[in-house]
């Protein structure tokens, strides 16, 4: 994301939700919802950060920029 190719960013996001995740994991969700969030698409951003949140809670944004935990639960 830092060189702001976020089509890129798209296909590896929606490659990473096509694959088999455990249960609880909330992070490919969370990619594409930061995905989103950096090209400043906050109404997708929210909803697939919600759905990180939902899915691993709080535990899935650890070591993620502090930003994405505190927009999602605005």
Do not use: C, I
């Not at 969700?29 to 809670?57: I, P």
Request: charged share 30%.
């Amino acid at each position: 994301l830092s060189t702001r190719n976020y089509g890129e960013a798209h296909k590896w996001a929606d490659l990473h939700l096509s694959l088999k995740h455990l249960p609880g994991d909330g992070a490919p969700y969370l990619l594409k919802g930061s995905v989103f969030y950096e090209e400043g698409n906050m109404e997708e951003a929210r909803t697939w950060l919600r759905e990180a949140f939902d899915t691993s809670g709080k535990r899935g944004f650890q070591g993620e920029d502090a930003k994405y935990l505190k927009f999602v639960l605005q």
